[in-house]
């Protein structure tokens, strides 16, 4: 059985940073094309970060460009998002999603985590 598990959401300052993890079980998360998203209340899942299987391709979206960074650990089975200079406006459940295909669009990921929850205190 596939399973995405996230952690390491939390309440955080403005300003300040948090770390997810996201650890991949039933399969080996170095094949896949990994991405986070995040969902806040009342809006669709929104594109964050996304990095790739084969050749290690990373790609941002603009709000994250600069200020988050994704990356594997060396096994190949889990992926992070570390995240810095946080603001109120990133508070979300972020999620990571992986697939060998799909790029940026969240209906193209086949495998979900089930969130973690990230607030940002102003």
């Known amino acids: 059985q596939v399973q995405l598990v996230e952690s390491g959401g939390g309440l955080v300052q403005a300003g300040g940073s948090l770390t997810l993890s996201c650890a991949g079980s039933?399969?080996?998360?170095?094949?896949?094309?990994v991405a986070w998203f995040r969902q806040m209340t009342g809006s669709d899942r929104k594109f964050v970060a996304r990095?790739?299987?084969?050749?290690?391709?990373?790609f941002y979206e603009d709000f994250a460009r600069g200020r988050f960074n994704i990356s594997r650990d060396n096994s190949g089975n889990a992926v992070y998002l570390q995240m810095n200079s946080l603001k109120p406006d990133d508070t979300a459940v972020y999620y990571c999603?992986?697939?060998?295909?799909?790029?940026?669009?969240?209906?193209?990921?086949?495998?979900w985590g089930q969130g973690a929850q990230v607030i940002v205190s102003s």
């Open positions: 999603a992986a697939d060998k295909l799909a790029f940026t669009s969240a209906q193209s990921y086949d495998y």
């Open positions: 039933g399969l080996f998360l170095g094949e896949y094309n």
């Open positions: 990095i790739g299987g084969n050749n290690g391709f990373i």
